[in-house]
Structures are given as C-alpha cells and as structure tokens.
C-alpha cells in the first residue's frame, strides 16, 4: 500500500483557451477537494492534493467506499458538498476542524458526493495509469455502473468543443479541463489543460502589513516558489470582508519569525508610503490564499489582487510561478 500511499494526483496547466481536434475531452472543473481514493483489504485512504490525508475530515466518504464489495481499486475524483442547490467550497473548509463530534456532525448533515473522473487502480489490483484515458474511463464507468448511487457520481465529458466553450460562457462552473484520450495518466505531472473563467492563482502568504489606522493586518504579501524552490513576492491582496481581522491578525502574528520571501522580496519605502505603510512582517510560509487577478508583469501581479478564499486543503510547495503564465 505505500506505493499507493504515495501517489499524487495528475495536474493541469493553465490555458486562455481549449484545445481543438477530435483527440481531446472535455469536462467540467469542479470546485472542492481534489482526492484520490485507494483501497487494500479492506483499508480506506483518502489523499488530498497535498498528499496528507483526508480520513479524519470525510468519514462518511471513507465508510462508503470501506462497504463496497471491492477489496482494491484506485479512483480520482473531486470530493463536493452542497449548500442549497448548489456546491459550496466553504462547506468543504467546515470540515477541515479539530472537533471530530463537529466533523461527525457535519458529515450527517452535509454528506460528501465523490464526483469521479479517473481509475488508476482497477478492482483486479492491475495498474491502469499507463494506459490511455480512453480505457481507464471504461473501467470507471463499468465501477459505476455496478456501484449506481448518488454519493458517487461520474463527472460528465463532451468531445464537443462548442458545448464546452458554453459551459464557460454561461459562468456556471469555475472553468473547463481537457484530456487528451489516448494519454496516460503521469502522477504531478501539468499534462491536462485547464481554462477557468477568469484569472486565478494559490498564493503563499509570506509577510502582512498592518492596516495604517489600526493595530490589525492590512493586506497579505503573497509569493509564489520558482524553479530553485524560492519564494518570490508576487504582489498583495487585502479587502478581507467581513473576515474577523482581529482574529485574522492573530493567526499571523503567530507565524512571525520565518524568513518570509527567500527570493525577490517587497520593495523598499517609496516618496508615496509612509514608514508605516511600507514595513511588513516577514512569515513561515505555512498559509495559502487564493487570489482572482487580471495582468501580470514582469512575474508580479500588475494591480492589486481579489481574495477569494483561504486555501488550508493546498500545500504551500504548490504555489509555483507557473501560475501567472498565460
């Protein structure tokens, strides 16, 4: 089980468009969880993107799959949960809490679907992950056919690049991933092409700056690693809403006393910032936001950013600069 125990999920560069011709799939990119899911005698073990485990946060996931007849098999997927009619990222992020009463709870009341779109490991124990998308779907379908239940869905596809293009128009979903049929599935390697909607990238928080009126954080310093593995500042993003900044500024404070950005760093005081404005705490490099930008120039966000969301579900190594290409 550890070779399975160590397996990372497929990833996706980003494009401003999807590819053309007849060798390509299409489907919709969700927003929850990514997670593959493998099963030895027996044992269940939920992988995020991140490589740590999902276990403790889904149970009712892991129950799921612990009951299928099946003693091996190896699925990716996208863990999703509803809010009214609709999925909810910040469902998800409810769970992700030390309280396990609280997780079990939550779990009751606002049950996980696994939204399927890969197996990598079929029931037989043979690896499919050299071979193309086209049979490994196969063998999905034919899991799924035996297992029909509304707790585990199979994400629909089109070789229709005029039906995809208008699943982006009509901003339903977060963005489009194209697959290449006859590919094999190669573990972290960006092979998939992903096209969101708009503009968006998974930052290290590596430093803040205190708001110029109060003794609470004013904006995040956001860095991205390079090739060399350095954190590089790339911008900042502020306009918290209605977070709690006292309790925001709390947490910060107790990541204090890392290096922050061991690449490109802020800048220094300009003729426009006061000595306030310009001084910035440096950070461990544990926290990751994701961010909605427009332009980038020279390896930085060009304006200011919009905070989205707190990404505690990302590893901080995963925010590379291969983000901002277009």
């Not at 007849?22 to 044992?43: M, N, S, T, V």
């Not at 910040?90 to 009341?109: F, G, N």
């Not at 079929?122 to 499919?128: F, K």
Request: negative net charge.
């Amino acid at each position: 089980m550890h070779a399975d125990l160590d397996a990372c999920p497929m990833e996706a560069r980003s494009q401003s468009d999807l590819p053309d011709g007849a060798g390509w799939i299409y489907e919709p990119k969700w927003d929850g969880f990514r997670c593959l899911a493998f099963k030895r005698d027996g044992q269940i073990h939920l992988i995020a993107k991140s490589g740590k485990s999902l276990n403790r946060f889904f149970p009712e996931v892991v129950d799921r799959l612990a009951a299928l007849p099946e003693t091996r098999f190896g699925l990716d997927g996208e863990l999703l949960a509803r809010d009214g009619d609709a999925f909810s990222f910040e469902v998800l992020q409810a769970r992700l809490h030390p309280a396990e009463s609280r997780i079990r709870r939550l779990a009751q009341e606002t049950p996980a679907i696994y939204a399927l779109f890969d197996m990598l490991v079929d029931v037989d124990g043979s690896d499919l992950r050299p071979r193309p998308w086209s049979k490994r779907h196969g063998r999905l379908e034919a899991f799924l056919e035996v297992h029909q239940s509304a707790d585990f869905t199979l994400t629909p596809g089109t070789t229709d690049r005029t039906l995809a293009r208008t699943w982006l128009d009509e901003g339903k979903l977060e963005g489009v991933v194209a697959k290449a049929k006859d590919g094999a599935y190669v573990e972290g390697e960006r092979d998939l092409i992903k096209v969101k909607r708009a503009r968006t990238a998974d930052c290290v928080i590596g430093g803040f700056r205190y708001a110029s009126d109060a003794p609470v954080v004013g904006s995040l310093l956001l860095g991205l690693y390079d090739h060399e593995g350095k954190l590089n500042h790339v911008g900042h993003t502020s306009g918290f809403g209605g977070a709690d900044k006292i309790a925001l500024t709390r947490e910060l404070e107790a990541l204090r006393g890392g290096d922050g950005f061991s690449g490109r760093a802020p800048g220094g005081p300009s003729r426009w910032s006061t000595e306030r404005s310009a001084a910035w705490e440096p950070l461990r490099p544990e926290r990751v936001v994701e961010v909605g930008f427009d332009q980038v120039s020279d390896d930085r966000f060009r304006h200011g950013t919009k905070l989205l969301r707190f990404r505690p579900d990302k590893a901080p190594a995963q925010c590379r600069m291969e983000q901002l290409e277009s």
